[in-house]
């Protein structure tokens, strides 16, 4: 025909339906994008063969005994070494149209293979169904498709993973909508201190941790993360956990609004370690306003369970504060009645100087933004008080000092060691 194209749509309906059948199933996909004509008389054979190739016949599962199991958890059989081992054998693989569209995606490709018969609830051969797949991927539009198709929520994977634990795996942008849309279909969750940790992230705590509580998901009274463990206000302490109106201490608030009993709850992380309140986490490694939120409301300053007076834990903490460079929560801090008369002549037995030497003297070391912001840290703690002449301590920060090899970083630190000289004379005025 001179290589010219001939339109198939010029055929009769009858001889297009004929000349489909006998194409292969790649060249009939195509064709079928081809024109909207084309793809009216497509479609039934292509819901056909999207139903016969999107999920591996059932020989490769039964090789690979994965099923579901009586307790709900889809696994396999045999024992992990046997199934990798089959899993990974040339002669098993079998293409996963059906599961590459949800994890890639395609909404548009999930949609038509659940038009072509394909079950919501179907799981590929690596064990993973197509809920909790579109989950961890952060595909919200491809999980509500799922549920709205009958995808069963109780179904968990690698031995108790339901599709709300996969949240905490989606991109961070997509786990308010997640977390809402598997709470709202009844899904419920085996770790809960990891989807605690991804909802105080989001800007829809207040709501997650609400809908958890309703439905009985959540006692924040008496869940602990484990044995004498952290509390939900340990994990929300550690979190820069904004709302929409940006408060960077709503998580921690949203918490105490249901449970205020837990602001002086003691817990641990792991069994060996320390037990300590949220605030020690709050300073280490959460957000200032988290800081500041609880010791405004007062929580106890206590470091640990040792009966140590309330002025050497308020400097332990003043000092952690220092140490992170926090001068918010030391502003708080130092307003507190354990800190009342800091830095007057008689409120430094020798055990407290020892803290005020170590807190001061750690100022001066790093460089850079370190040194910058220990510039504001100095004149909080020291400046317009009086403390004991160390002179130990102001000859080791002048040493500091002149090592500096950045001139900004000699000129910040000078500038410290004039605010410690002054507040740590050699003779005070009687």
Not at 160 to 168: I, M, S
Not at 192 to 210: D, K, N, P, V, Y
Not at 268 to 283: C, K, M, N, R, V
Not at 350 to 370: H, N, P, V, Y
């Amino acid at each position: 025909m001179n290589n010219q194209i001939f339109p198939l749509s010029a055929l009769p309906e009858e001889l297009v339906l004929y000349i489909i059948k006998e194409l292969d199933n790649q060249s009939l996909s195509l064709l079928g994008l081809t024109c909207k004509w084309l793809y009216r008389i497509c479609r039934v054979e292509l819901l056909h063969i999207a139903k016969r190739i999107g999920r591996p016949e059932q020989r490769f599962f039964d090789k690979l005994d994965v099923r579901i199991m009586e307790d709900h958890d889809v696994r396999s059989g045999m024992t992990e070494e046997d199934y990798a081992d089959e899993l990974w054998n040339p002669e098993n693989f079998a293409e996963e149209p059906f599961s590459g569209a949800v994890e890639r995606g395609a909404y548009d490709s999930v949609k038509f293979f659940l038009e072509a018969g394909l079950s919501a609830n179907t799981f590929n051969l690596h064990r993973i169904t197509m809920l909790h797949a579109a989950v961890g991927a952060g595909h919200v539009d491809i999980v509500r498709l799922l549920l709205e198709n009958g995808a069963d929520v109780t179904l968990t994977i690698r031995g108790g993973l339901t599709p709300l634990d996969k949240v905490c795996d989606a991109p961070a942008s997509t786990q308010r909508e997640l977390a809402r849309l598997l709470l709202e279909a009844g899904s419920k969750v085996k770790f809960m201190e990891s989807l605690l940790l991804a909802i105080f992230r989001t800007e829809g705590h207040a709501l997650l941790l609400q809908m958890l509580i309703e439905k009985n998901d959540l006692n924040l009274h008496t869940w602990r993360n484990r044995d004498s463990g952290f509390t939900a206000l340990h994990l929300a302490a550690e979190i820069d956990g904004a709302n929409e109106a940006g408060d960077k201490a709503s998580a921690v608030k949203c918490v105490l609004h249901h449970a205020p009993e837990l602001l002086n709850e003691f817990g641990s992380q792991y069994p060996w370690d320390e037990p300590q309140t949220a605030l020690i986490g709050a300073i280490r490694s959460g957000s200032q306003a988290n800081g500041v939120c609880l010791i405004e409301r007062g929580i106890t300053l206590a470091v640990n369970h040792d009966r140590n007076t309330p002025r050497y834990d308020a400097l332990e903490q003043l000092n952690q504060a220092a140490f992170r460079r926090k001068p918010d929560v030391i502003r708080a801090l130092l307003a507190r009645p354990e800190m009342t008369a800091y830095g007057s002549l008689d409120w430094n037995p020798e055990i407290e100087s020892e803290i005020i030497a170590s807190m001061l003297g750690q100022l001066f070391k790093g460089d850079g933004t370190l040194i910058r912001q220990s510039v504001e840290v100095m004149k909080l703690l020291v400046e317009g008080r009086h403390f004991p002449h160390d002179a130990r301590l102001i000859n080791s920060c002048g040493s500091i000092t002149k090592d500096k090899r950045r001139k900004t970083d000699r000129e910040n630190c000078e500038v410290m060691l004039e605010l410690l000289e002054k507040a740590m004379p050699s003779e005070h005025p009687q």
